[in-house]
């Protein structure tokens, strides 16, 4: 059989299905990036009649506010195509759809991290789906070490700026314009009505909210004080161990994002003690009545700006 004859062989299994819920644009390589992403979202939408426009990455030990979520579909990342499993601790490896209020939405509980030995790209593919989805705005939430001193443990900040230590970026290799161009701007990263909205809310609920820059390491081991004092000096006012490759992600696909760290440990150096990861998940516990409020109180403004 010729080259050319084979070329128009047909091949069901690959073919994009014509019911499918999520639009297609352009024809592109059937196995790449655009398509699987949008494989993931047409199951996603298979089980749920819900179409969010806001979606949550709820970081280590914050997952629990996906859980007072109304009407609620369950999904394990494992059933969902091409979607990577989390392995960390305080990471329950869930997508809940449901509603905060009237308003659906879709919250990840836990992520995947560079230091799971995923690359940037898997760890910023949830972001395509969502992209895919039709979601305009994405609340990313993390445990970070406090690195400014009046970042106390228990604080909750909202993230103004990051610094990409990580050494990777999601968007490496070929660009598909069907998510956004190749070179994008990252000058408003996180968006500054969102940053507003969220700390003229904490301020009425009388939490006291900072801003702050995040800086992302690759992990999985803590700072050195040393690197701690580097951080500080180069304007980092969080540090952390994701994040970042979600924020590329979703600003490449004209997502808007609001950042919000919970200040689980000072940082190295800050106090004469060790870090551990036990800390963590009892300090995202302790405070997680003041940030399940602040995102109940900021998820109606977001919808309203996205509406």
């Known amino acids: 059989m010729s080259a050319k004859k084979s070329s128009r062989t047909k091949t069901p299994r690959k ?9 297609t644009g352009a024809r592109g390589v059937a196995d790449g990036e655009f398509e699987r992403a949008g494989n993931a979202a047409d199951f996603i939408f298979s089980q749920t009649s819900l179409r969010p426009r806001i979606a949550l990455v709820l970081g280590s030990g914050l997952g629990a506010f996906a859980d007072g979520f109304a009407g609620t579909t369950k999904i394990p990342y494992a059933k969902i195509p091409h ?27 836990g992520r995947v991290h560079l ?32 690195i400014k001193r009046e970042f106390s443990q228990g604080r909750l900040v909202v993230i103004s700026d990051h ?3 990580q050494g990777v970026n999601p968007l490496t290799g070929p660009n598909d314009e069907r998510f956004g161009l190749r070179f994008h701007d ?72 609001l950042g919000i760290s919970c200040v689980t440990n000072a940082a190295a150096g ?13 300090t995202a516990e302790r405070v997680k009545g003041q ?17």
Do not use: C, W
């Open 15 to 23: 073919a994009s299905p014509r019911t499918s819920l999520v639009p």
């Open 83 to 109: 979607f990577p499993q989390s392995t960390a601790i305080g990471h329950a490896g869930k997508l809940v759809i449901g509603k905060v209020g009237a308003i659906p939405v879709a919250g990840m509980q």
């Open 115 to 146: 230091y799971e030995g995923y690359s940037a790209k898997v760890v910023a593919f949830p972001i395509r789906v969502f992209a895919r989805m039709g979601v305009k705005a994405l609340i990313l939430t993390n445990a970070a070490g406090g």
């Open 163 to 165: 610094i990409n230590l």
């Open 186 to 257: 990252m000058t408003a990263a996180y968006d500054k009505r969102f940053r507003e909205m969220t700390v003229d809310e904490a301020n009425r609920l009388g939490l006291g909210m900072y801003e702050g820059v995040y800086a992302a390491l690759l992990g999985p081991s803590y700072e050195t004080p040393a690197e701690i004092r580097y951080l500080r000096a180069i304007g980092a006012d969080l540090v952390g161990m994701s994040t970042v490759p979600e924020v590329i992600a979703a600003r490449h696909s004209g997502i808007r994002v």
């Open 270 to 282: 800050i106090l004469d003690q060790p870090l551990n990861h036990l800390e963590v998940l009892e």
């Open 291 to 307: 940030f399940i409020g602040l995102l109940k109180a900021v998820i109606p403004r977001i919808a309203e700006a996205v509406a």
